[in-house]
């Protein structure tokens, strides 16, 4: 019964990746939209989160990274980058998402 | 379980007057009630600040919906879980906590705490278990 979770603010401004991430389990997808992408950037403090969570997979999305002029380059190792369609494919292949307003 | 019945889970994260997320949470989970799914309540992060007794919004000059949360036992919801170390982070005990009750129908309708504080691991365990998530 996994879970996709969806973040959308930056982890810079809000404890609501960290939360996430205290709640998502082994198997469960977390994909990072809007400003929340900016936890994907390599080099960052969120970056290390990300890599500490184990068992948790993540994806970013493709338009909002480019929106912001981070390069697929500058993205954690492990980091998926997905597009819309990706979007979709995630939201199917989880039993249920959960939006972290 | 029986067919057609699905759980619905609210989880509640933000504080109660800065926006209007918590107002509209309880609308939602008011007409929710009555379509007779089984509904959960969640209260983590500065969500809790909702469950904080002693509200006066009069200077505010805005509606004081707390006592709508008393209310919620009526409408057969008899799960409210608040999560421990969210309390904890922010300096509050159950003791803060309003008084949430309902009428057991399998106990005779013994009045019940609808409140169960549980920890970070068990909120994790809770939203598992739910069908569908609707989060303000």
Avoid at chain 1, 48 to 67: E, M, Q, R, T, W
């Amino acid at each position: 019964m996994a879970m996709l979770h969806i973040v959308n603010k930056s982890p810079y401004e809000t404890g609501t990746l960290e939360s996430c991430l205290n709640h998502a389990r082994e198997g469960d997808t977390v994909l990072l939209i809007e400003d929340a992408v900016y936890a994907a950037m390599k080099g960052g403090r969120a970056a290390n989160a990300l890599s500490a969570a184990k068992g948790v997979k993540f994806a970013a999305l493709s338009a909002d990274l480019k929106a912001r002029g981070i390069g697929e380059d500058r993205i954690v190792e492990g980091t998926a980058v997905v597009d819309y369609g990706g979007f979709v494919d995630l939201v199917v292949a989880n039993d249920k998402t959960q939006s972290w307003l | 379980m029986s067919e057609g019945v699905k759980k619905f889970l609210y989880v509640n994260r933000k504080a109660p007057h800065g926006t209007i997320y918590a107002l509209e949470a309880l609308e939602v989970v008011l007409i929710g009630a009555a379509f007779e799914q089984d509904v959960s309540l969640a209260f983590l992060d500065d969500g809790v600040f909702q469950l904080v007794k002693g509200w006066d919004t009069s200077e505010l000059g805005s509606k004081n919906f707390q006592p709508t949360y008393t209310a919620l036992g009526d409408y057969d919801i008899s799960k409210v879980f608040v999560e421990r170390e969210s309390l904890e982070e922010r300096g509050l005990t159950e003791a803060d906590l309003l008084e949430l009750t309902y009428e057991d129908e399998d106990d005779d309708w013994a009045e019940k705490s609808s409140i169960r504080v549980v920890s970070r691991e068990e909120m994790a365990e809770i939203m598992a278990e739910n069908d569908v998530i609707l989060s303000f």
